[in-house]
């Protein structure tokens, strides 16, 4: 077991590796196959996780999980590897879109459905419905009235997994049709937006993602992959998962971020839109009109009721404790933060077979002044929870951007002169542990 100064230093004199800057990675690859589906924050790049599974699950007969699935990275990933996988996060949303970028439709169905569609569009009356107020916050009532037939429409389509898809590129679209500043990372109203025609801005993301299916479906058919399992389930990974002791194989994750992205505030236009649908849409009301109950259960959120308990790790309460001389709530939140991680860390340990993998991906980052060095915490907590090390990999994030700096307030991209301005993350790690 490394001593708490032996891991501090480790990390200290880690150099970025080249070989996992991916820095010849375009855009055409890092939207490949079906990952272009639908927004999401903090997703992690598909190579990360092709590498990952290609170094430590090279035989296709392993499963590989991961517990923060968000819009299903691994899961494609693995799929396309041959590998059977397994999906949790608490964001129904995630759901949605890892069901449909895991699930490959026949070319010829999509088209045949993307015509009846638009007849259905020109022919169908929708009954319109009381919409949640928030709906009129954020969008126009014409945009409502549009969106509602182009919603009737899709659920006329008979097929399950069609409609599916067809749903989360409305979905998608709903960011770009609402007044929603368009890159900002918090809800934030942009006053002078220009709003799209709703169909025209539907059916461009419709058709870009039949595109993509297609090479993710030949892609499948050519290496006799098409009828791997690839699962994902609405869970609370600091629970117990629905998985067998010693199931799993290889996890590969990256967890929330403290107090940097509020997921269900981020994913409110689709949870309010589909949440008044409780025909369709079963228990989604429940994420709409409980939406601060819900939301109370991610991981990394503010505001939670402060918990009590051991981290399991030193760093994490000198950390904690600096916090408290800083900003009170901010400490609350951030040992919230590392108490759920303990807990999920526990549950990764009952999963995995022994001498099964964990990859954790994750930044460190800076509060208030304080060092927040999260990458170390959870090669504590791990170490605490049975685990031993493998490898820590530090790696450049390729930030495409001509600016690091975010502007706190909004969270978008903004100028060095900006005095509310934040570092967006240069580094990240990839701290792999193996059970013991
Ligand atoms: C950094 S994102 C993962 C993104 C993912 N790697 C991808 O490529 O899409 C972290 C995810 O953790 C999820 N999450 C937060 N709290 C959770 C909890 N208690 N249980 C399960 N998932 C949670 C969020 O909804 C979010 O999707």
Redesign the pocket.
Known sequence: MQTVASIQKTFKILKPQEKWSFRDAGRSQTTAFTHAYHR?????IPQI?RKLIEDYAPDNTQVVC?????????LVEAKLLGHKSIG????PV?KLI?QTKTVPIRPRTLVNNRNKFLKYYETTTPHFSNRHERISYWFDEETVHELDRIYFAIKKIKEYNTRRFFLCAFSHNLKNCSRWLMKSIKPTIDKNKVIPNPLKSFLRHLDLMIKKNEQFYSKLVESGYEKVSAKMYR?????KLPLNSSFIDLII?????VTS?E??DLHQLSLLWFGDDPKHFKKWNRFSDEFIDFRR?????RSKKEKSGDFDSVIAKMIVNDLFQVKRPLAIDVANYFL?MKK?FGEMHRILKPGGKACI?IGNTNLRGVEISNAQVVAEQMQQASFKKVEFIKREIQNKMITPWRDSETGKFTGKDNHSKIRAYEFEYVVVMEKY
């Open positions: 999401y924050p903090a997703k992690f996780v991961d517990p923060f699935g968000g819009c299903g990275t691994t949790f996060d608490i964001n995630a890892t869970r609370d990974s600091t629970k994750t990256s967890p929330p971020y992205y997921y269900a259960n991610f991981i990394g959120t759920d999920v991906i």
